[in-house]
């Protein structure tokens, strides 16, 4: 079943990268993924990336997709090959301290907040740009900037939704000419179960898809 719904969601994503979030998921779930050849996996905890990582086959990569405290960023480090939820400058400190221990350069993705739902975390679009213009992110030499990532209104119409990732896709081209190293700077995280068709229409390359695959 599992291997089923993968099969259906890559035929109609095409060059679109897939993270499997195997979130809240079985080690019986996470194999059968495994299976199906995936190999990117998202959670939102670290502790579960702790839990499940060494119980996995270790060609799999780890994407932390949810809120990262700067007091966790020294465990998960070791973990994990991309963070899409880097939210503010304290957290770029702390994972620039820890990367430059560990002789890492650390890829992540900068959250961007495009939703009108006040639970959500990510910079401010316009706070972002005006971060990116003012140099600060030039010292941060053991942080690869690889791009954005957001999330949608939680039971937004369509129209509301394409037009939040439209927004994230703007801020994505301001930004790109401002990073350390633009060239880096190419992934947009965008769309999950209920949304990734109108993500990949507002051209994301990256979609995190949960529930559609195990439920
Ligand atoms: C849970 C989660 C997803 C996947 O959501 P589904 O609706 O289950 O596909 C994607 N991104 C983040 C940040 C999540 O927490």
Redesign the pocket.
């Known amino acids: 079943m599992i291997q089923q719904k993968i099969g259906a969601i890559r035929r109609e994503i095409g060059q679109t990268q897939l993270i499997v979030?195997s979130?809240y998921r079985s080690m019986e779930e996470l194999n059968e993924v495994y299976k199906s050849g995936e190999r990117k996996f998202?959670e939102?905890r670290v502790q579960e990336i702790i839990k499940k990582a060494p119980m996995m086959p270790n060609d799999i990569e780890w994407h932390l997709?949810?809120h990262l405290q700067t007091n966790k960023v020294k465990q998960i480090l070791p973990y994990v090959s991309l963070i899409h939820s880097v939210d503010s400058i304290k957290l770029l400190n702390e994972i620039e301290q820890q990367a430059q221990k560990l002789n890492r350069v650390m890829p992540v993705l900068l959250q961007i907040h495009v939703s009108t739902d006040e639970t959500k975390f990510g910079f401010d679009p316009n706070e972002l740009i005006e971060l990116a213009k003012s140099g600060i992110l030039n010292q941060f030499e053991h942080i690869q900037f690889k791009g954005i990532m957001t999330?949608s209104t939680l039971n937004a119409t369509n129209d509301q939704v394409k037009s939040e990732f439209a927004t994230a896709y703007q801020c994505f081209l301001y930004l790109k000419p401002l990073m350390p190293n633009p060239s880096d700077f190419t992934e947009r995280s965008y769309g999950?179960?209920?949304d990734y068709q109108l993500a990949i229409e507002e051209h994301a390359t990256i979609v995190?898809?949960?529930?559609?695959i195990f439920e």
Not at 208 to 212: A, D, M, N, Q
């Open positions: 979030v979130k998202g939102n997709i949810g999330m999950m179960s209920g995190r898809i949960g529930s559609l």
